[in-house]
């Protein structure tokens, strides 16, 4: 079983920077597990903002992030971060860590085993 929890939340104002990460907890790490960063905001699906694939060969971005949010992991450290930058109000969900047993990653939510509690980031005008 693999524990995930979300960290570096919190309320900022456009244009700033915010660093996400996922700390994996227990006996088993996700060295070799896909991981994905997904948000939800009030009314909208869970959609996936960023993947990688265990070995950081293969990366995903959703066109709104592109170019402003950057995915990578420590697999030795078992965490995995999503440092965004240039935020807008737009932005605004609860971020979710999630990994997937594969080593390739999936955009889609249902094919994630693993999941964390999420982290709530806000961003004002």
């Known amino acids: 079983q693999v524990e995930l929890a979300e960290s570096g939340g919190g309320l900022v104002q456009a244009g700033d920077s915010l660093r996400l990460s996922c700390a994996a907890t227990?006996?088993?790490?996700?060295?070799?597990?896909?991981m994905g960063w997904f948000r939800q905001s009030p009314g909208k699906e869970r959609e996936c903002v960023a993947a990688?694939?265990?070995?950081?060969?293969?990366?995903y971005y959703a066109d709104a992030v592109k170019g402003r949010f950057t995915v990578y992991r420590n697999n030795a450290e078992n965490s995995f971060h999503l440092q965004m930058n240039d935020l807008r109000p737009a932005d605004t969900a609860v971020y979710f860590c999630?990994?997937?047993?594969?080593?390739?990653?999936?955009?889609?939510?249902?094919?994630?085993?693993?999941w964390g509690q999420g982290a709530q980031v806000t961003v004002s005008s």
């Open positions: 990688m694939t265990w070995t950081g060969q293969t990366t």
């Open positions: 227990g006996r088993r790490h996700f060295g070799s597990y896909a």
């Open positions: 999630a990994a997937d047993r594969s080593p390739f990653f999936s955009t889609a939510a249902s094919e994630y085993d693993y």
